[in-house]
């Protein structure tokens, strides 16, 4: 639907879900996704097919607190109504937060200036089955400040060849303007905001600071896997269920 067509107008929309049943964000045959299940509704609401574009393609798993989404309608009445009638019928775990009219030119992709995640890692002993969906559980002690070092590396513009998956040829180069490695008790947080990530690089990122933070690699090491760009010296991706889109900036 092009804007301006038969009366539509363009939309933002702030979601946020909880990515454990769903096979990610995008769209997929036969599989349930968070795209998916949207436009379902979006369908059903505004009696008419529509498309949302998404600020990030969380992968299956995934959580987000501030995804951002796009899409066209020829919708007559108030956002207002809208915005109370996609909540009335998405599924329990996906739950639209804000609805505002979006200029013409806004893209919730291609218009985004930075990107914020957040993995969340419980280090203790004994798992918690109430954190189960949110966080993953590391028993072995991590020592936070060296994997904090680590991390530091990392920050500035860099090709992340190393970390992460490019999709259609794309160049691996990204700018992370922030990124820090926090503990609060028993809880470890490691965030990263950049203009943009590859596929898997933020839990390839936080899989290889595991690494450090029991002592298998040193801090220094990191910058080296960073500058070889082979994927096969970094650690393995943690699990996709510690991670959440926190926010996207434009």
């Given at each position: 639907?092009l804007?301006g067509?038969?009366?539509?107008?363009?939309?933002?929309?702030?979601?946020?879900?909880d990515?454990?049943?769903y096979?990610?964000?995008?769209?997929?045959?036969?599989?349930?996704?968070?795209q998916?299940?949207?436009?379902?509704?979006?369908?059903?609401v505004?009696?008419?097919?529509?498309?949302?574009?998404?600020?990030?393609?969380?992968?299956?798993?995934?959580?987000?607190r501030?995804?951002v989404?796009?899409f066209?309608t020829?919708?007559?009445?108030?956002?207002?109504?809208?915005?109370?009638a996609?909540?009335?019928?998405?599924a329990?775990?996906?739950?639209v937060?804000?609805?505002?009219r979006?200029?013409?030119?806004?893209?919730?992709?291609?218009?985004?200036?930075e990107?914020?995640?957040?993995?969340?890692?419980?280090?203790?002993?004994?798992?918690?089955?109430?954190?189960?969906?949110?966080?993953?559980?590391?028993?072995?002690?991590?020592?936070?400040?060296?994997?904090g070092?680590?991390?530091?590396?990392?920050?500035g513009t860099?090709?992340?060849a190393?970390?992460?998956?490019?999709?259609?040829?794309e160049?691996t180069v990204?700018?992370?303007?922030?990124a820090?490695c926090?503990?609060?008790?028993?809880h470890?947080y490691?965030?990263?905001?950049a203009?943009?990530f590859?596929r898997?690089?933020v839990?390839?990122?936080v899989?290889?600071?595991?690494?450090v933070?029991?002592?298998?690699?040193a801090p220094?090491d990191?910058?080296?896997?960073l500058?070889?760009?082979d994927?096969?010296?970094?650690?393995?991706p943690?699990?996709?269920?510690?991670?959440?889109?926190?926010?996207?900036?434009?």
């Amino acid at each position: 639907m092009l804007e301006g067509s038969s009366g539509s107008r363009k939309i933002k929309a702030v979601v946020e879900y909880d990515g454990t049943r769903y096979a990610g964000f995008q769209q997929q045959p036969d599989q349930p996704t968070i795209q998916g299940e949207i436009e379902r509704v979006l369908a059903e609401v505004t009696q008419q097919d529509t498309r949302i574009v998404g600020a990030g393609r969380t992968d299956a798993g995934v959580h987000a607190r501030g995804q951002v989404v796009h899409f066209l309608t020829g919708w007559k009445r108030s956002l207002e109504q809208l915005h109370r009638a996609l909540n009335a019928l998405l599924a329990d775990d996906i739950a639209v937060r804000e609805v505002a009219r979006a200029p013409s030119d806004f893209h919730a992709r291609f218009s985004a200036v930075e990107r914020r995640y957040r993995y969340t890692i419980l280090n203790q002993e004994i798992r918690s089955p109430l954190e189960a969906r949110y966080a993953y559980h590391h028993a072995q002690p991590l020592e936070e400040g060296v994997m904090g070092q680590a991390l530091a590396y990392l920050t500035g513009t860099h090709d992340f060849a190393s970390f992460g998956q490019p999709t259609q040829g794309e160049s691996t180069v990204r700018e992370v303007v922030r990124a820090s490695c926090v503990r609060e008790g028993n809880h470890i947080y490691v965030d990263m905001s950049a203009n943009a990530f590859l596929r898997q690089m933020v839990r390839s990122i936080v899989g290889t600071l595991l690494l450090v933070g029991r002592g298998a690699l040193a801090p220094l090491d990191v910058r080296k896997i960073l500058q070889a760009r082979d994927r096969s010296l970094a650690g393995p991706p943690a699990p996709a269920h510690g991670l959440c889109l926190v926010r996207v900036n434009y």
